[in-house]
């Protein structure tokens, strides 16, 4: 099986950035999908941005231009740079692989653990 284990998750002020982190093992990095999913407290998980194995990308309304997802299929890797961070981003992340649906509506095979960001005003 794959997994997947994110990292770089912390504290940071608003307007401040940070940078995630997803190492992939099991796999030849052949996913179709990669994205990042977030949950905030008392909210439903939601994408936040998904990146194809041709590098297509899409994101999330509410980050978009702030966030950009990246993936290097040698080193096994995806990443989330995450800029211009308000408190609204707070929330656990989550690395997530699958298939189309994994783009939009959260229907990945595979998931990490997740990450907590915390954004303070």
């Known amino acids: 099986q794959v997994q997947l284990v994110e990292s770089g998750g912390g504290l940071v002020q608003a307007g401040g950035s940070l940078r995630l982190s997803c190492a992939a093992s099991?796999?030849?990095?052949?996913?179709?999908?990669m994205g990042w999913y977030r949950q905030a407290p008392g909210k439903q998980r939601e994408l936040v941005a998904a990146?194809?194995?041709?590098?297509?990308?899409n994101y999330a309304d509410s980050v978009k231009g702030r966030f950009a997802i990246s993936r290097d299929n040698a080193k096994k890797m995806v990443y989330l740079q995450m800029n211009s961070l308000k408190p609204e981003d707070t929330a656990v992340y989550y690395c997530?692989?699958?298939?189309?649906?994994?783009?939009?509506?959260?229907?990945?095979?595979?998931w990490g653990q997740g990450t907590q960001v915390t954004v303070s005003s």
């Open positions: 990146i194809t194995s041709g590098g297509t990308t």
């Open positions: 997530a692989g699958g298939s189309y649906n994994c783009r939009f509506r959260g229907q990945c095979d595979y």
């Open positions: 099991g796999s030849h990095f052949s996913i179709n999908t």
